[in-house]
């Protein structure tokens, strides 16, 4: 195992939010679904391409918590210009789970 300084740990901005919009995106090389997920007041609402479609359906995540990495760099994926990482854990055939906070933890509230 690699071991990393918390310095690399502290440096990610982890936030949890609530998808308000997903889209199937057909245009992504490997099957897609496009998010918007509300971040709080502080980040507002962000986009992400997510490959996450062996276990969701666009119209599951409406509403649905999720934690993302808010402090990477927007990456341009096909038209869709992917705003945050949407965080995940593949099962045991590699397809991803969502990772989820609690039910009360606010929009825009920091993983510590």
Not at 12 to 40: C, M, N, Q, S, Y
Not at 70 to 98: C, H, K, T, W, Y
């Amino acid at each position: 195992m690699d071991y990393a300084d918390f310095t690399h740990f502290a440096a990610l901005d982890i936030r949890a939010g609530t998808v308000t919009r997903a889209e199937p995106f057909p245009e992504a090389r490997r099957p897609a679904i496009k998010l918007w997920v509300d971040l709080g007041p502080e980040i507002g609402e962000r986009k992400s391409s997510a490959q996450i479609t062996e276990h969701y359906a666009p119209e599951s995540l409406v509403g649905q918590r999720v934690m993302a990495v808010v402090n990477f760099a927007p990456r341009q994926i096909g038209p869709f210009m992917s705003e945050i990482l949407v965080l995940g854990f593949p099962d045991a055939n590699g397809a991803i789970l969502l990772a989820r906070p609690e039910a009360n933890v606010a929009n825009g509230a920091r993983l510590a």
